[in-house]
């Protein structure tokens, strides 16, 4: 169950997340109109149409990712309370990530293109064994979250070194 004091992520995710997609449709149109130019008259048609096919059908599933973007964004929130940061996920296969603060190695932030120019950050914290994300984060909130998340995993380090 999601906890009631969990942060939705910012709703410009959404936008990138429609403009991350826009840009692979984008990417994967023009490599099926240069492969019909290019190798449609030396190779079989056969293979061109299996890679024509193969190519649409990547199209029609970034297209069904588009699609389900307004749900995607609705179940996927973060909590941080006093001994784990809680990561919600998932819509069809629910699935929350808790992470023990003394666990923490290291907090980054990361930024591509899309995200600096709508001020957002990945968030990427690490453990010994795993890195979990979260998607897109105000840049701000990033930078508290990422502070917060070290001070607290040094504070449960040292209690548990206390003992």
């Not at 709703?11 to 019909?36: P, Q, S």
């Not at 899309?114 to 690490?126: A, D, E, G, S």
């Amino acid at each position: 169950m999601i906890s009631k004091y969990a942060q939705y992520l910012p709703k410009r995710a959404k936008i990138v997340w429609v403009l991350d997609d826009l840009i692979g449709m984008l990417v994967l149109g023009l490599a099926l109109l240069i492969l019909n130019l290019c190798l449609g008259t030396q190779w079989p048609s056969t293979i061109i149409m299996v890679l024509n096919v193969m190519l649409i059908v990547i199209i029609g599933l970034v297209i069904g990712h588009l699609l389900l973007i307004p749900y995607y964004y609705r179940f996927h929130r973060y909590a941080l309370d006093d001994t784990a940061i809680l990561i919600y996920k998932g819509f069809f296969l629910r699935k929350t990530e808790a992470i023990p603060l003394n666990r923490i190695q290291n907090v980054d932030t990361t930024q591509g293109p899309l995200l600096q120019f709508f001020h957002l950050k990945r968030l990427v914290i690490v453990t010994a064994a795993h890195s979990f994300s979260i998607a897109a984060v105000d840049e701000q909130v990033a930078q508290t979250l990422r502070e917060r998340l070290i001070l607290a995993a040094r504070q449960a380090r040292e209690v548990n070194n206390d003992d």
